[in-house]
């Protein structure tokens, strides 16, 4: 009985800290649309879709500042900078999703 209450403690609380991917793409959708189809400010790739670890890996340059592919890394750093590893992975799989 005991187990199972710390069971269910914890699968309560992972759901409360589990990162909300559509919540943090609002910020996003600004520049690379509401379903990441749009060229964000007519210079990134279209990221609608991606596969998660592509965009993890792109992120998380950006975050790093070691990501420039357009000359527009800078204003991706910003984005992410307050984006933990979590978040970064919830997002990544939000767009994943989008079509
Ligand atoms: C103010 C506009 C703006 C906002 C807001 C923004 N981005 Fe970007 N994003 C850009 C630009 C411009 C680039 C190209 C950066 C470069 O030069 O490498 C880019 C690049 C990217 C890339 C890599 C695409 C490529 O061309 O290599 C990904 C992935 C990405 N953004 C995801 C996000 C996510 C996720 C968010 C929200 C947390 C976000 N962006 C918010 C403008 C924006």
Request: with cysteine.
């Amino acid at each position: 009985m005991k187990k199972l209450s710390i069971a269910l403690l914890f699968a309560a609380a992972s759901t409360l800290l589990a990162a909300d991917g559509a919540a943090l793409y609002k910020k996003c959708a600004g520049c690379h649309g509401p379903k990441g189809e749009k060229k964000a400010l007519g210079k990134s790739e279209v990221i609608q879709g991606w596969d998660v670890a592509k965009t993890e890996e792109a992120l998380k340059g950006y975050k790093a500042g070691t990501r420039n592919v357009h000359g527009m890394g800078g204003l991706m750093k910003g984005q992410v900078a307050s984006m933990s590893d979590a978040d970064i992975k919830a997002v990544a799989e939000y767009i994943h999703g989008l079509k």
